[in-house]
């Protein structure tokens, strides 16, 4: 009875606290893409949020883990996104079209993403320690990705001459480039192009 008690009053409270990590991370994403990395403030993140800035430093130690946990977030959604439509192409080609249509229709919606992920990049490239922590989240995103590339190949019967991670590596790095080509070009038709280069880039690699 004792232990029923003890856990109806911590849930309710564990999932106040759940509520309002979810609450700043939604929030911070949407104030990162605004500002920038650097402009964007935990005073600021807290009050669009409604919440005080201890409510922040209770869930993440400052706004570099901050940043880290909606950069784990973003990355979890679109693995997901991937997964959901790179497997449902009738031949090679169709899967490789439909994973580059999700990234840019993902480009699309969230067109401030790229730059914000360079700037932080550029930002942890000096710091070791957070540099090894972005760079481990990477890694594992790109592993992730390999695997849905390597089953692609798999299920139409091809074969990669590099590995399927530096396909990713690849791909991904040209995305990120266009999208920063954006900057200076808003209104330029960079969707389809990218569909195109990623469709030729990996066809390229692949028998």
Known sequence: ???????????????RKRRTRADLLETARRVFEERGFH????EGIADAAGYSKGAIYSNFSGKDEL???VLTEHIEHRARAVIDVALDGKDFEASIRAVARSG???GE??????PLLVEFWTHVSKRPDLRAAVLELHERQLDAFAGVVEELARRHGKTFRIAARDVVRGTGALG????LERLLEPNAPLG???????????????E
Do not use: C, H, I, K
């Open 67 to 69: 940043f880290l946990a």
């Open 109 to 114: 919606r969230e067109p401030a993403w790229t």
């Open 1 to 15: 009875m004792q232990r029923t008690l003890e856990t109806n009053r911590t849930g309710p409270r564990d999932e």
């Open 104 to 106: 840019v229709e993902l």
């Open 39 to 42: 402009d964007a403030s935990l």
């Open 192 to 206: 389809s192009v990218y569909e195109e280069l990623f469709v030729a880039a990996t066809l390229g690699v692949a």
């Open 176 to 179: 990120r480039g266009l999208a």
